[in-house]
């Protein structure tokens, strides 16, 4: 069975890159290939020597499981292992049948050396190993007296060195030749012969086999290079034939569109001209000549850009440090040309050229001049201009015709105007705009007519009204002489009644900073009551303790009576010890006596303090009922003494709240006292305007009778005023 390169397990160890696999695989059929022939050298020796039982237990099986690893797994860094491992195997099996020859040890030198066509040192590493601990182990074994040999019997620990030395020797060479070689291969990364193929393939600019370019390949091998560049190579081959596919059809299109197009490359050579452009140049090529006498327009291609500059310096200078649109026009052989020049540049943002679009404005530019020299003229007053319309057609023709109607029908409207306006200048509102306008000149001359119209009516009415304003001027004026005196009597009287609040004021101030002090001094004795309540709170709960102590100094009493009481009993029993035990327990009764004698006097005692500490308890009780007797009384006078200090609370803030009211009054009359004197200086200022506009109003009379009211109705009009303008028609009925 045959495992692909990715398949295998860790614990197995494909070959990552297939060609390694590969070649690992063609290794291990050689190193079966060897390990036959060494099984049948065995078999050999075993024949000679008859040494059956070592080839069948050991160099059979041995050989069975090399061909057996390979099968399975070929290629694998298993199989290399099994294999360094068989092989020395089956040459210890050999020098046991040779009886530990010297001559047979370089069997194991050789298939040591055999093992680097893994190109790999593993394999190596683990035959070393191997052999060194089979000719240590089976050394010792030997010098025991067991029935294994590897060297012969008279050898000793020198040759187990030399041989041991040899081993190391050639590891530490072929090891470091494994590592190379290995390099080399992932450095090549595949078979060269299928290399040489992808070069030529490369050359010939054709694709490389699918299989090729599907196969994981060493990074940085020449195999990987030559897949990478074949690769870039197509695509950098597809990417030049859509480009020329592109530039085609943007050729095409841009000889199509009527945009006159050029495109010169980075050093300004022109390297296409669409035939817009082109018809263009040669249409006009007789006028450049005049300032340009080598110019050819059916030979651009290849020339600069400079050739449609007689100062080339600049535009190369600007050119070189354009970065986006410019745009300029040109004077040259009396055509005016606009250009607009845009950078070509890459996908990284190098400079290719440039692409230019030019347009022949010279026709514009002409009428340009031609309307911007009428608009001048407009401006500064001047409607008489006009543009000339010989040689133009089109558009131009239209536009000159239409600008040429517009001036004509202002001038003539603005005529119309004039003759009104100067009409008004002269006090005439009788004139009116006859003539027939269109437009915003229609516009005017009706708002023209409106405002005559309604300043005929204004005057007419200021005519009718300044009589009537003169008799209600006089009339107003008597009325403020009236009002003036009666206003002056009101002033007077409110000066007596500010004088009344402002005594008021005082004396309720004066109510009120007592009923603030009194207040202050109710806060002052509710502290106080409050502080007494407390400290009497604190006696009652000193007395509570004090109580609770004389208690506790009973109990303590009782107690010690009790353990007077015990004692006496003892003393007792042992008085009765003493007088069992006779003239021994003579001392200890005298002890015992004195003892007892004691205990009676301390018992007397204990009673004597404890009817005095009951005596004292009862005493506190009734000392504590007293104190809180007095605490409840102090409570009750704190309780009287808050609600004194609330309502003096309320007093004060009433006083105050009065005293604010009556200040309020106070200054509501001084400002009516004000605004009363105020009244009476308007008065007398009110009669001075009234005889004042008295003498206006004949003044006015005066200045309406010079107009000249008599209308003189326009062509189509009534005489009613039906044309007045509905604006100021408006304004009358909101008067």
């Given at each position: ?16 890159y ?46 069975a ?6 099968k ?5 860094l298993?199989?290399?292992c ?20 010297i ?23 683990v ?5 060194a ?86 990074q ?20 030049d ?12 299109a ?90 070509v540049?890459?996908a ?5 050229g440039?692409?230019?679009e ?35 057609h ?16 202002g001038?003539s409207?603005?005529a119309?105007?004039?003759?009104m ?24 001359k ?28 006089g ?11 009666r ?33 202050q ?6 502290a ?13 709960t ?21 353990i ?15 007088a ?128 000249t ?27």
């Amino acid at each position: 069975m045959s495992a692909s390169p990715h398949q295998g397990s860790f614990l197995i160890g494909n070959e990552r890159y297939v060609y390694l696999q590969k070649l690992a695989a063609q290794a291990d059929r050689l190193f079966v290939t060897v390990a036959v022939l060494a099984t049948v050298a065995s078999l050999a020796a075993a024949w000679h020597q008859g040494t059956w039982t070592l080839w069948l237990t050991v160099s059979l099986p041995t050989l069975a499981v090399i061909a057996l690893q390979v099968k399975l797994y070929p290629g694998s860094l298993l199989s290399r292992c099994t294999v360094a491992l068989g092989l020395m195997v089956l040459a210890a099996a050999l020098i046991q049948q040779a009886g530990g020859m010297i001559e047979v040890h370089f069997g194991v030198i050789l298939l040591i050396a055999l093992l680097l066509y893994y190109r790999d040192w593993r394999p190596i590493m683990v035959a070393a190993a191997a052999i060194a601990v089979h000719h240590v182990l089976f050394f010792w074994l030997q010098h025991r007296g067991l029935p294994v040999r590897v060297f012969t019997a008279d050898a000793g620990l020198g040759i187990l060195a030399i041989h041991a030395l040899y081993v190391a020797v050639e590891a530490a060479i072929l090891v470091p030749m494994a590592v190379q070689m290995r390099r080399q291969l992932l450095d090549v990364g595949h078979d060269p012969h299928d290399l040489a193929q992808a070069a030529r393939a490369i050359a010939q600019q054709q694709p490389l086999p699918a299989a090729i370019r599907a196969l994981e390949l060493p990074q940085g091998s020449i195999a990987h290079t030559l897949v990478a560049a074949n690769a870039q190579l197509l695509s950098s081959r597809e990417q030049d034939s859509e480009a020329q596919r592109e530039n085609l059809r943007i050729r095409s299109a841009l000889d199509d569109v009527t945009t006159n197009v050029m495109i010169a490359d980075a050093e300004r050579r022109i390297v296409y001209v669409n035939r817009p452009l082109l018809q263009m140049l040669s249409d006009v090529q007789e006028d450049l000549r005049r300032d340009l006498p080598q110019f050819d327009a059916s030979d651009l291609l290849g020339k600069t850009i400079d050739v449609f500059h007689r100062h080339p310096e600049h535009q190369a200078r600007m050119l070189a440090e354009l970065k986006g649109t410019h745009r300029a026009q040109i004077r040259v052989g009396g055509h005016t040309m606009r250009l607009i020049v845009n950078p070509v540049t890459d996908a990284a943002g190098n400079r290719l050229g440039f692409v230019v679009e030019w347009a022949d404005r010279t026709d514009e530019v002409a009428v340009e001049e031609e309307i911007a020299g009428i608009v001048r003229g407009a401006v500064a007053g001047d409607l008489g201009g006009r543009i000339r319309l010989d040689g133009k057609h089109g558009f131009l023709l239209q536009l000159g015709e239409q600008i040429n109607a517009m001036l004509a029908a202002g001038a003539s409207g603005l005529a119309h105007i004039q003759q009104m306006l100067r009409a008004l200048a002269e006090g005439d509102l009788s004139r009116r705009i006859d003539a027939d306008l269109q437009g915003v000149y229609a516009n005017m001359k009706d708002d023209a007519n409106a405002t005559a119209e309604q300043l005929s009516a204004i005057v007419r009415q200021i005519q009718g009204a300044s009589d009537a304003i003169n008799t209600a001027a006089g009339e107003i004026a008597a009325g403020n002489d009236d009002l003036s005196r009666r206003t002056e009597q009101q002033a007077a009287s409110l000066e007596e009644t500010a004088a009344s609040m402002e005594e008021l004021t005082s004396t309720v101030k004066q109510n009120a900073e007592h009923a603030h002090q009194a207040n202050q001094l109710a806060v002052g004795a509710a502290a106080v009551a409050s502080q007494g309540g407390s400290v009497v709170g604190q006696v009652v709960t000193t007395m509570s303790g004090i109580a609770a102590s004389s208690k506790k100094i009973a109990d303590i009493i009782s107690v010690i009576d009790g353990i007077a009481f015990q004692t006496n009993i003892l003393a007792l029993n042992a008085a009765v010890e003493a007088a069992r035990a006779g003239e021994q327990g003579r001392g200890f009764a005298v002890v015992a006596s004195e003892v007892r004698t004691l205990a009676q006097r301390s018992s007397t005692a204990a009673k004597e303090i404890k009817d005095l500490i009951d005596d004292s308890v009862g005493r506190v009780a009734q000392g504590s009922a007293l104190v809180e007797q007095a605490g409840t009384t102090m409570q009750e006078i704190v309780a009287s003494v808050q609600r004194v200090t609330d309502i003096m609370r309320e007093i004060s803030s009433a006083s105050q709240e009065q005293s604010a009211g009556i200040e309020q009054v106070n200054q509501t009359v001084t400002q009516m006292d004000e605004a009363t004197q105020q009244n009476a200086a308007l008065v007398e200022e009110a009669s001075a305007n009234a005889r004042s506009m008295e003498h206006e109003a004949g003044e006015l009379a005066r200045a309406v009778a010079s107009f000249t009211l008599e209308r003189r109705p326009p062509s189509g009009a009534s005489a009613s005023g039906g044309n007045v303008h509905p604006v100021y028609k408006k304004a009358q009925l909101s008067r």
